[in-house]
């Protein structure tokens, strides 16, 4: 599975984004799909996830009620949408996918990665 993160960019606070993250392979529907998130100098953390069928989502709690994570299995893409965005919102995202199901707030369990896109909040 190769993914592509897109969408990221300068936003001012309290606005909206919708970061992308395409896959290529017939087996992306059998993976769950996370997005994580790095600042400077900070070590990378969980944002949000998603199972396989897209029947249940996970967030961390510093984004709860503002970020939704969706997923079309037949367009291979899974989609961060973040409302009422903060300036401790700022890092780089990372979508990555994984085989298993269990403990998918740790990034060790995530198999494939993508590049990044970079997120930019301005007070």
């Known amino acids: 599975v190769q993914l592509q993160a897109s969408g990221g960019g300068l936003v001012q606070a309290g606005g909206s984004l919708r970061l992308s993250c395409a896959a290529s392979?017939?087996?992306?529907?059998?993976?769950?799909v996370g997005w994580f998130r790095q600042a400077p100098g900070k070590e990378r953390e969980f944002v949000a996830a998603?199972?396989?069928?897209?029947?249940?989502?996970y967030y961390a709690d510093s984004v709860k009620g503002r970020f939704t994570i969706s997923r079309d299995n037949a367009k291979n893409t899974v989609y961060l949408q973040m409302n009422s965005l903060k300036p401790e919102d700022t890092a780089v995202y990372y979508c990555?996918?994984?085989?298993?199901?269990?403990?998918?707030?740790?990034?060790?369990?995530?198999?494939?990665w993508g590049q990044g896109t970079e997120v930019t909040v301005s007070s």
């Open positions: 990555a996918a994984g085989a298993s199901q269990w403990d998918i707030t740790r990034a060790h369990q995530y198999d494939y």
């Open positions: 392979g017939r087996t992306f529907s059998n993976h769950v």
């Open positions: 998603v199972t396989r069928g897209g029947g249940s989502t």
